[in-house]
């Protein structure tokens, strides 16, 4: 499986420019081999929170058109990392993909909003686990947004219902760039998965976001990593390492529930 990450500056409140990074980069970067293109959190309009009222997507109407028709001509599956989505009167961090055919496959509200970046007075978060989906290929997958990788069990329910692959889209701050690496190690790690990690860079006027958008094996190991600047990452993974790691460390066989509190 081949996969793609567009790490990139997001602009605040400027969707049409943010639309034509993505645009140009399908174009620059996307080939035959692409099965998967994954892009950050926001893009949509970036953390211009205050703005969000007048700025939001309504029901993801323009995003998934735009992410639709991106799919459909370069067929591929898009993980379209996330947008600030206006649904009855509440603005939510939506994340999204969109299958190569141009079938929304997922969607999934942002449950725990970053008190850092001053979420909780602009958005409203989603109140039901991210479900595991299916890609084209056939693949199983999670698409897990920014904060919510601090809390570990929202994965372990996917990861327990057979996903091979978790997808974290953010834009994290550089300040806390070995949270970010550390985290997505962890994850990796106790549920014998593959974690991709596509992340924003640049400096928003309020933040600096880290970049070091990275791919880890079920075993743990980097094996892909951008820096912070603006780039794209390619990265080829075998999913038989998901099941070859869950034979040799069987975690989920050996769960006890009924001991924890």
Known sequence: MNIEIFQFKVE?????????????????????KTDIVVLPEMWNNGYALPQLKELADNQLSRSFEFISKLAIQYKVDVIAGSVSNSMKENIYNTAFAVSKNGYLIN???KVHLVPMLDEPSFLTPGNAVPEPFTLSDG???????????RFPELLRYPARKDAQIAFYVAQWPAVRLNHWTALLKARAIENDIFV?????????????????SIVINPNGEVIAELEE?????????????????RNTIP???NLRPHLYK
């Not at 693949?139 to 990788?149: M, Q, R």
């Not at 990690?197 to 309020?206: I, L, P, S, V």
């Not at 603006?230 to 998901?242: A, F, Q, R, S």
Request: glycine share 6%; proline share 3%.
């Open 139 to 149: 693949a199983k997958v999670a698409h897990i947004t920014c904060y919510d990788l």
């Open 251 to 253: 975690v989920f066989k």
């Open 107 to 109: 969607s999934y509200d």
């Open 229 to 245: 600047k603006p780039d794209h990452l390619t990265c080829d993974i075998d999913l038989d390492e998901v099941t070859n790691q």
């Open 12 to 32: 605040p409140a400027n969707v049409a420019l943010n639309e034509e990074t993505i645009t140009n980069w399908f174009a620059e970067y996307v080939t035959a």
């Open 196 to 212: 991709v990690g596509c992340n924003a860079c640049g400096d928003d006027g309020k933040t600096e976001y880290a970049g070091h």
